[in-house]
């Protein structure tokens, strides 16, 4: 079944619930995905990292993706278990996980993440750790995509012995790849958009987003273009989240500058007939740093990122998304969590 086409999603957020989404005390929290489960209720899929790293760029060397569950979508969310574990140097991704995205197909539940790893010592709680840190240059040149699949919300998780989605060297994936965005269909083949970089020299290049399709979600996935999915030079954005319409395909993503929706790091909204092509929606902010709370007040936060929308019947309900206080950059949050959004029905709101 295909879901509902999105419409403007700005005017459709209602009041976010002050006690709800998911936080922890001692960790910063980032990213989040949710799914009802075989129980019936929500399950949260989330990182976390201790804060005893900093906010950036301690996630390369130390996220790991958790679950938490809730009986209704707001949450408040509990923690439950941590769901992909450090497991190693020597794993692709042995050393940090991070961007999961959760998606029930049939009866089995796909995890798509970035992983990550290094050579080098573990950070100890007294150590600065610098974004020109050797573990954490080597292990942001080592993201890549991956998934993990399970019968069951609680798992056991199989977990992969190689990323699903490689760089290609002299494109404009060369350096890393990373955000996964997937658009599974019913037939199990998938729509995968996600974010990369290129290697300029020894060092990346901007953030530009790719396409790749696979026949089944097990792959192999083939990049669908050799040219990022948007121009660069125009589309300075992350954090993708995709879905399929009966007119085709529609976007939102963050908006890396401003230039897009004339908010930084605000939300964007895109359609494409074929998740090819893609233009912006007419207006095309989707979302704001601007938030109303349930007790009637309102606050910017200093960040809003990594959307993902839940569907239910085919229809979104809620957007998730990760936020942190303070003025705005990740170096000055003090606490970072995961906040969800209710929408209105569009109908609602006509």
């Not at 030079?233 to 929706?261: N, Q, S």
């Amino acid at each position: 079944m295909n879901k509902q086409s999105l419409g403007h999603l700005a005017d459709r957020l209602l009041p976010a619930p002050k006690n709800g989404g998911f936080r922890m005390e001692g960790y910063w929290v980032w990213c989040g995905s949710a799914v009802k489960g075989e129980d019936g209720r929500f399950h949260l899929f989330a990182s976390r990292w201790p804060k005893h790293l900093p906010m950036h760029p301690g996630w390369l060397v130390g996220s790991e993706v958790v679950r938490a569950s809730a009986d209704r979508p707001e949450g408040p969310y509990t923690f439950e278990e941590v769901v992909l574990p450090a497991r190693g140097a020597e794993y692709w991704d042995g050393r940090a996980t991070h961007n999961p995205h959760i998606v029930k197909h049939g009866d089995e539940y796909l995890l798509y993440y970035m992983g990550t790893t290094h050579p080098l010592p573990e950070p100890m709680p007294e150590e600065e750790l610098a974004p020109d840190d050797p573990r954490v240059i080597v292990a942001r040149a080592g993201k890549r995509v991956g998934l993990a699949v399970s019968k069951s919300v609680f798992g056991p998780w199989e977990r992969p012995e190689a990323p699903i989605l490689d760089t290609r060297p002299g494109r404009f994936d060369s350096f890393l790849t990373s955000n996964p965005a997937p658009c599974v269909q019913e037939d199990g083949s998938v729509l995968l958009i996600y974010k990369a970089r290129r290697y300029e020299g020894n060092v990346h290049g901007r953030m530009t987003i790719g396409a790749a399709h696979a026949d089944h979600y097990r792959g192999p996935y083939r990049v669908l273009s050799d040219d990022p999915v948007f121009p660069p030079d125009r589309f300075h954005i992350e954090d993708p989240f995709v879905w399929k319409t009966d007119a085709g395909y529609e976007l939102i993503a963050k908006d890396m500058e401003g230039t897009l929706c004339g908010e930084k790091h605000g939300g964007i909204h895109a359609f494409s007939p074929d998740g090819r092509d893609w233009r912006l929606a007419d207006p095309p902010k989707s979302y704001s740093r601007r938030i109303r709370w349930d007790d009637g007040t309102e606050q910017t936060l200093g960040n809003l990122e990594r959307p993902f929308l839940l569907f239910q019947d085919g229809r979104p309900t809620h957007l998730f998304a990760a936020v942190a206080d303070g003025p705005g950059g990740f170096r000055n949050a003090s606490n970072t969590w995961n906040q969800v959004f209710p929408i209105a029905d569009w109908r609602e709101t006509e």
